[in-house]
């Protein structure tokens, strides 16, 4: 269950009309492989996000039918780099604040610091708590392969055009000083 939950209909008529370049990617928590699947390939997704429990073996199983998977791993108090290594077949790895009793969308950042220096050695999503006001900053810390924002660019539960052009704006400005 989430606020963000869409209908099958809903996610192929969302898909249809995206413009050229831009990838679709569907997020599910503890879905069985065959209904990722199903909905990657029927929709059509470009990626899948599995957010749950997921053992690494379903990575595999979605790989062998062509499917992208990106992995989320929760992040508390400290970063496992052996969970991290279990799920390595990801396409990438997506970091996001351990919340209890919540699959991910809490708009709550973990301390990035934890992380430094993996970027290194997997292709790292960050996600969780980020803002136009701290995404650089997150950036000049982990260097990720890709960040992820949902929650920090929303005004009352709905996106907010200016906080997404600043967010953009923030992260161009970041990579133009590399």
């Given amino acids: 269950e989430s606020r963000r939950r869409v209908t099958v209909a809903q996610a192929a008529r969302i898909?249809?009309?995206?413009?050229?370049?831009?990838?679709?990617?569907?997020?599910?928590?503890?879905?069985?492989?065959?209904?990722?699947?199903?909905?990657?390939?029927?929709?059509?997704?470009?990626?899948?996000?599995?957010?749950?429990?997921?053992?690494?073996?379903?990575?595999?199983?979605?790989?062998?039918?062509?499917?992208?998977?990106?992995?989320?791993?929760?992040?508390?108090?400290s970063v496992d780099s052996a969970e991290l290594q279990r799920y390595r077949a990801a396409s990438a790895l997506m970091l996001d604040t351990r919340v209890d009793g919540l699959a991910g969308g809490s708009g709550r950042a973990f301390d990035w610091n934890l992380a430094r220096g993996m970027s290194e050695r997997f292709a790292l999503i960050l996600s969780g708590g980020l803002t136009p006001e701290n995404v650089t900053q997150a950036l000049d810390i982990l260097r990720p392969f890709g960040v992820d924002v949902s929650s920090g660019v929303e005004t009352d539960g709905q996106k907010d055009p200016e906080k997404i052009r600043n967010f953009i704006k923030q992260v161009r400005r970041w990579e133009s000083a590399q």
């Fill in 15 to 77: 898909v249809a009309a995206l413009p050229l370049f831009v990838s679709a990617v569907g997020v599910f928590v503890d879905a069985p492989a065959d209904e990722v699947l199903s909905l990657a390939h029927g929709v059509p997704l470009d990626a899948v996000q599995l957010h749950g429990e997921e053992p690494p073996e379903m990575i595999e199983v979605l790989r062998a039918q062509g499917v992208r998977v990106l992995k989320a791993v929760k992040v508390g108090e």
